[in-house]
C-alpha cells in the first residue's frame, strides 16, 4: 500500500496499549498493524509550513522563516510558560492568540518516562501530552488558571526534579519505577507561596500508560529524514512519537512535521 502527504504529529488514542495513527493529510494509518512489517518513507525534500507554504528549509518546530519570527505559536513563550504575558494583558506577538491559549486551565504534572520529570500541558491535553513523551505513569500535581502561574511553579519544582525526557533511555528501558504520590507531597514545599492554592492535594490518581512495545532496543540510533531520503525498515513497537525499528533505528515523527513524503508498506 502506497500513501503520500505531508507528515503530522501522531495521533493517539489512550487504549491499553494505546492505539497510534499516522496522519497524511488525505489518509489516516493504523500504526499499530504495521509492527513487524516493513515500511518505507521517502522524503521528496520539501516541506509544508503551518502556514501552508512549501518550502526546503525550516525553522525549530518546522516553521518557515517567515511564520518562526511573527506568529504566537513560535515564540518563546511556548517553550518558556513562564514568560507569558497574557494574563497582564499585555502582547508578545498576538494578544487575541494568546488570551486564547494561555488564559486556559493549565496543568503542573510529574510523569515518569526516562525518570521523574515535572512538566505543563493545557487540562484539555492531558493524556495525549503524557503519551506523547513516552510517560508511563503520570500525576496531576496542580490546576492553574493560566500558562504563566503554571510556568511559575514548574520553574521552582524543576530545581528539584528534571524537566527534560532522555529520549534513549525513554525507548531502550522500561520506565524506572517512582512513587509518584511520594514526590507529589514531597515538592509541595517547593512551590511558590501564591500558587499552594492550586495544589491538588485531593487528585492523586496515578495514570498508567501502556504502549504497543514487545521489547525495548538495545540502542537506539536517530533516523532523520533529511539524510535518509529513502528510509525502510521493519517497525518493532511505537512510543511517544518515535517509531522503532527492528535494528534500533527510531523516527520522531513530531519532529518531522510538514515533511512531505510518500509512505508505503509490505501486507
Not at 495513527?21 to 509544508?48: H, M, P, R
Request: hydrophobic share 35%; with cysteine.
Amino acid at each position: 500500500m502506497q500513501y503520500s502527504g505531508d507528515l503530522k504529529k501522531i495521533t493517539t488514542q489512550n487504549t491499553k496499549p494505546v492505539k497510534y495513527y499516522l496522519d497524511l493529510g488525505d489518509d489516516f494509518i493504523e500504526l499499530n498493524n504495521l509492527i513487524g512489517k516493513q515500511i518505507n518513507f521517502k522524503y521528496t525534500k520539501k516541506i509544508k509550513c503551518f502556514c501552508g507554504k512549501i518550502v526546503d528549509k525550516v525553522y525549530r518546530q518546522n516553521f518557515c522563516y517567515e511564520c518562526f519570527y511573527s506568529l504566537p505559536q513560535a515564540s518563546e513563550s511556548i517553550m518558556k510558560p513562564e514568560l507569558c504575558k497574557a494574563h497582564l494583558n499585555e502582547e508578545v506577538r498576538d494578544i487575541e492568540w494568546e488570551k486564547e491559549f494561555e488564559l486556559k486551565p493549565h496543568i503542573v504534572y510529574l510523569a515518569v518516562s526516562s525518570g521523574l520529570k515535572v512538566g505543563v500541558t493545557r487540562k484539555t491535553q492531558i493524556p495525549t501530552r503524557w503519551i506523547d513523551q513516552g510517560a508511563e505513569s503520570a500525576i496531576e500535581f496542580a490546576e492553574v488558571p493560566n500558562r504563566y502561574l503554571a510556568g511559575k511553579i514548574e520553574v521552582e519544582l524543576k530545581q528539584h526534579v528534571s524537566d527534560k525526557t532522555s529520549w534513549q533511555k525513554m525507548l531502550k528501558n522500561p520506565a524506572p519505577e517512582v512513587d509518584l504520590l511520594e514526590w507529589k507531597n514531597k515538592l509541595y514545599d517547593f512551590m511558590p507561596e501564591d500558587t499552594k492554592q492550586y495544589f491538588l492535594k485531593d487528585r492523586n490518581n496515578v495514570h498508567e500508560i501502556e504502549f504497543p512495545i514487545d521489547s525495548y532496543p538495545e540502542k537506539v540510533k536517530s533516523i532523520k529524514l533529511d539524510k535518509h531520503i529513502d528510509y525502510s525498515g521493519k517497525v518493532k513497537a511505537i512510543k511517544g512519537q518515535y517509531i522503532i525499528f527492528e535494528n534500533g533505528d527510531v523516527i520522531n515523527i513530531r519532529s518531522h512535521e510538514g515533511y512531505i513524503v510518500e509512505f508505503s508498506f509490505k501486507s
